[in-house]
């Protein structure tokens, strides 16, 4: 397998880099070091020390409402088989979780779950006496529906192409309704035939697409299409789903809500200051707010905010509560609260006997900032797991790094490789003349400068800006050039555009940009199976995952319009 280290890589922020080759520089900002599996044992014994020891609701609680929703979601057997195993005090969640994206969203969604069903497999392997079960949160309270309307699809053209959804009433000023609850409408069938139509016709694309019929279609919301999607792809791997929006698994969190709405700001002014510890050094990503809370009124999800007199309101609204009416609705209707991203995570990890969590980059940024909260809240905060970053090589890809004699790194700097390429057919080596000539330059102002200074020293500094001047006007020309040769050699361009469409389309890493479909369409629902017989969940570099075998037959229709 290649692999590069993620400091090569565009776009991984500097604490990631630092919690991947530096772990004991940023270690006070977590619980525990993910590379250890002790830490996989402390962070069991304490979970198991502390869960739901406070609260009236039980493990027997949670399954009962997992058997339910899972149902729902057109579960497995063996999903089943794990809810079961939650009822003992010795099994633990592996928890993994993101936003209900349309089609599932980008690929890193499926790595995401992946990685949960494999790091609990590997430490049902290590740790005998316990058992440790895959859980996918699906973050669907959250109403960014902006964010997770739309789906990237690679085009029979070598093309990217965003696809969205907004339904009959077409796109809204502004969202508020939580994504998740957002029912789909007829609309949905133009967005699945636009993606059809923008791949190639395979012998694959029936079972894809009736997978993605069965899933996402009228009279279905979207986190249930976007379970079921998962579920299809994740067939019989015991993926356990929670919905948290329901009413049942909001009665656990009643306490953290009533501290949060009594206490304020005392959690917002603790990671303020904490966070401004970090910014020395790295970029702090949650801004948290006076109320962690939001409060769904009349089906829309606001901001809880606070008010003159012991009183809240609704951010953007005129909605106003006393505290002893806000104390009275939370008994009542707990489900009309949801945490912000600050909470997020101490809600999760109430509600589940988590010991581990699988994020991402940015997941892992902000959890150093998390700590605060759980330990505001007396939560056990989880070992956080770093998810495998993957990008997915086809053949077509080898055969042109081949024939260009270009390394795979060589494709996350476009614009040095196209300029090198331009070179290989070009008799003007652009980058050379241009330093010649400013090689030039520098010795003809050091010499004016040596005899200038002699004169004036005051004058020399203004001298120097000029050149400094000259410099950056030459590097602005020399860019014109480039890109007047790029134009001239079209072909190589093109070329290398194509090829980059697939490994970093739009300047992203593909797993942050595209969606699966295109790769599944191509290579049939086996691709899957592929891509966890190769990932490496204990290798903590980016990992270049190749197809190793053939695309599938386009259909006869598909090879006329083609040809």
């Not at 609850?181 to 079972?207: G, M």
């Not at 270009?406 to 390429?421: G, V």
């Not at 040769?485 to 093109?494: A, G, P, R």
């Amino acid at each position: 397998m290649k692999t590069l280290p993620y400091n090569n890589l565009p776009d991984f922020n500097n604490l990631f880099l630092d919690y991947i080759d530096d772990f004991d520089k940023i270690k006070n900002y977590y619980k525990y070091d993910y590379r250890d599996d002790n830490e996989f044992l402390n962070a069991l014994i304490k979970k198991k020390n502390t869960y739901l020891k406070e609260t009236d609701f039980s493990r027997e609680d949670l399954c009962r409402v997992l058997v339910t929703q899972n149902k729902f979601f057109n579960s497995s057997e063996k999903t089943y088989e794990k809810i079961e195993q939650l009822k003992s005090s010795n099994t633990f969640a592996i928890v993994t979780g993101q936003q209900v994206g349309m089609l599932t969203g980008p690929i890193y969604t499926i790595l995401k779950a992946i990685n949960a069903i494999q790091l609990a497999n590997k430490l049902n392997q290590k740790f005998k006496d316990y058992n440790f079960v895959p859980v996918f949160w699906l973050e669907c309270e959250d109403h960014d529906f902006l964010e997770v309307n739309n789906v990237n699809v690679l085009t029979k053209e070598n093309e990217v192409r965003n696809v969205s959804y907004f339904g009959e009433e077409g796109e809204q000023e502004k969202y508020l309704k939580p994504a998740g609850t957002i029912i789909l409408d007829d609309k949905i069938e133009e967005l699945k035939s636009q993606i059809r139509s923008d791949l190639n016709e395979t012998d694959f694309s029936n079972t894809v697409f009736d997978y993605i019929n069965r899933s996402y279609k009228a009279g279905i919301d979207l986190k249930t299409a976007f379970a079921r999607l998962l579920n299809y792809y994740l067939k019989d791997e015991g993926l356990i789903f929670i919905d948290p929006s329901e009413k049942d698994l909001k009665r656990p969190l009643i306490s953290i809500f009533k501290k949060e709405l009594a206490s304020y700001p005392a959690l917002c002014e603790k990671v303020i200051f904490s966070s401004a510890e970090m910014e020395h050094e790295y970029d702090p990503v949650i801004k948290p707010k006076p109320i962690n809370l939001f409060y769904t009124h009349n089906g829309n999800r606001y901001l809880i905010e606070p008010k003159d007199g012991e009183s809240y309101g609704l951010k953007n609204s005129r909605q106003k509560f006393s505290r002893d009416e806000m104390f009275l609705i939370l008994n009542a209707n707990p489900e009309l609260f949801s945490p912000n991203v600050l909470l997020r995570p101490v809600c999760q990890d109430t509600i589940l006997p988590t010991i581990a969590y699988i994020g991402g980059p940015s997941e892992i940024s902000y959890f150093a900032q998390v700590k605060d909260a759980y330990e505001f809240f007396e939560t056990p905060m989880p070992l956080v797991y770093p998810r495998t970053s993957v990008t997915i090589v086809e053949k077509r890809v080898e055969t042109f790094l081949e024939k260009n004699k270009l390394k795979i790194l060589d494709l996350f700097h476009p614009k040095d490789t196209a300029r090198r390429m331009v070179e290989k057919f070009s008799e003007v080596n652009i980058e050379e003349l241009f330093s010649q000539y400013l090689d030039e330059v520098n010795s003809v102002f050091y010499q004016l400068k040596q005899k200038l200074e002699a004169i004036d020293k005051n004058l020399v500094n203004t001298l120097e800006k000029k050149d400094q001047q000259y410099k950056d006007s030459l590097n602005v020309l020399k860019d014109k050039f480039m890109s007047s040769y790029l134009n001239q050699n079209e072909i190589v361009t093109k070329q290398l555009n194509k090829i980059l469409s697939v490994i970093f389309p739009e300047h992203s890493l593909q797993e942050r940009s595209l969606n699966i479909v295109y790769f599944l369409n191509k290579y049939g629902m086996d691709f899957i199976q592929h891509l966890k017989d190769n990932i490496d969940i204990e290798r903590f570099e980016h990992q270049f995952i190749e197809t190793n075998f053939e695309a599938a037959p386009l259909n006869q229709e598909t090879e006329k319009q083609n040809s």
